[in-house]
Each structure stands twice: as C-alpha cells, then as structure tokens.
C-alpha cells in the first residue's frame, strides 16, 4: 500500500533543494498548522470532513517579507489521487483538498496552492493560485504566461502570483484602504496639521525600512516612544497599535 509520508518527504526534500529552509527568517516552513494567528484562525474550521474540525495542510509556507500571501500544499501517495472530475472531494484527493484549504484562507490571503501526488518515480503537480478575496483558482503561471508545474524557489512563486491581474488590483485596494484609515487616525486621534501629517509618514518610512529600529522597537516602553507634544501613546491607542501592526507589512 502507497504511503504518504513518501510523497511528503520527496516535497521536503525539493523544498530544501530550492531553498526554502535556507534562511529561517525570511521563509517559514511549518507541517500541518502555522504559528501564524490569522492563518491558525482561518484553518480551525477547515477540516477536510465537513464538520468543522481543523484543517492541516501538509505545509504551509509564509514569507514576513510578503505578509498577503501564504503557499500550502497538499500530498496524496497516489497519483491516481491527484484531481477528481469535480474537484469537490478534498479527503480522497490532492487538488481537491489543497482548493478547499485555500478556500479558507482566501478571505485573508492570496493563496498559491500546490496539490503533490505520487512519488519520486511517478509524481504528478497542480500549482494553482486563488487571489485574495476570490474562491475560484486559476494556473499559477510565470510573468511570462508559462504555466508553472513543478516547485519552484519562493521568491518565483511569489513573483508569479504578483503578477497576476487580480492580486494587483487587491493589492491597490488594500494599500488605498490602509492610506485611508492612516489619515483618519492622524486626524482624529492624534491631531496632528496637515504640516505634519507628511513629516509622520516619511518618517514612519525611514524608521521602517532601519533593521535596528525594527529589533528594538517593542523593547522601548511605550511612554518612551512618541516624540515631543504628541497627543496619545501607544499603550492608550489600540488603533494606533493595529496600525502599527499593519504598516510593517
């Protein structure tokens, strides 16, 4: 009887070859569940039985460099298990299964979604991608329009999936949103002119993009953070807090 932790092993040993567990900090690799709060929320109710227990994909892959995006792919030891006529029975098959956990996730995320079956002999791949806020998966291709069917680097993977029409357009939205809420919360909350709203924002950029300042600023009290005559901290901000949060991705 075909094992799946064979086919399992022979992705981790291609992820591996790709560098994927190269550098720990720029790419997370994590089996069966994610550390990663909105992914473990999104997932909790994405058992494959439909009865609401938790999903776990055999690998879910996250780049803090690319927050709006997640890579999760689903191993079946049999490549006559790889894709069912209606793609609507996630347990017995790869693609089916990978689908329904995009699914989930697609509220949050842009999903690359790549279902493995087989082995090293005899393997088949399905490298799909569902943009953010869609159900519907389309090939994950190249920004060359070539179809891509077998793993990859991350970095191509995320190349390719910001490529796509759809994910620029949500991203562009995502990004007016934010500016959005940005504004109204220097005008509401902290009160700041319109002289210096843009003196916030580049120096928002500047502190952002300075690797010292992004390993010590949660070491520093609050009360020790804002500058002179600002009007609120951190600690008394739970918006400003979520706004923080977001403008590091």
Request: hydrophobic share 35%; aromatic share 6%; net charge negative.
């Amino acid at each position: 009887m075909a094992n799946e932790r064979v086919t399992e092993d022979m992705v981790d040993d291609l992820l591996r070859k790709h560098g994927f567990y190269d550098d720990p900090d720029t790419v997370i690799v994590e089996k069966q569940q994610s550390t990663v709060e909105a992914i473990r929320s999104a997932l909790a109710k994405a058992g494959k039985g439909g009865k609401g227990g938790r999903g776990c994909p055999e690998f879910i892959i996250t780049s803090p460099d690319t927050p709006d995006m997640v890579v999760v792919i689903e191993c079946k030891s049999e490549v006559k298990c790889h894709e069912s006529t209606h793609r609507d029975k996630p347990i017995e098959y790869a693609v089916d299964g990978v689908l329904h956990y995009a699914r989930y996730l697609s509220p949050n995320y842009t999903t690359i979604a790549i279902a493995v079956s087989g082995n090293k002999k005899s393997s088949r791949w399905s490298l799909m991608l569902v943009p953010k806020g869609e159900s519907e998966p389309r090939d994950l291709r190249s920004p060359t329009g070539a179809t891509i069917s077998r793993i990859v680097p991350l970095s191509d993977l995320i190349a390719a999936a910001s490529f796509d029409p759809a994910v620029q357009t949500q991203r562009t939205r995502d990004l007016i949103q934010f500016s959005m809420e940005m504004h109204e919360f220097m005008r509401d909350e902290a009160e700041m002119s319109e002289q210096e709203k843009p003196l916030a924002v580049a120096g928002t950029l500047i502190a952002l993009g300075d690797p010292v300042f992004q390993e010590s600023y949660d070491k520093y009290p609050a009360d020790e953070l804002p500058p002179s005559g600002c009007k609120l901290s951190r600690r008394k901000s739970p918006r400003l807090k979520s706004l923080s949060q977001r403008s590091t991705t």
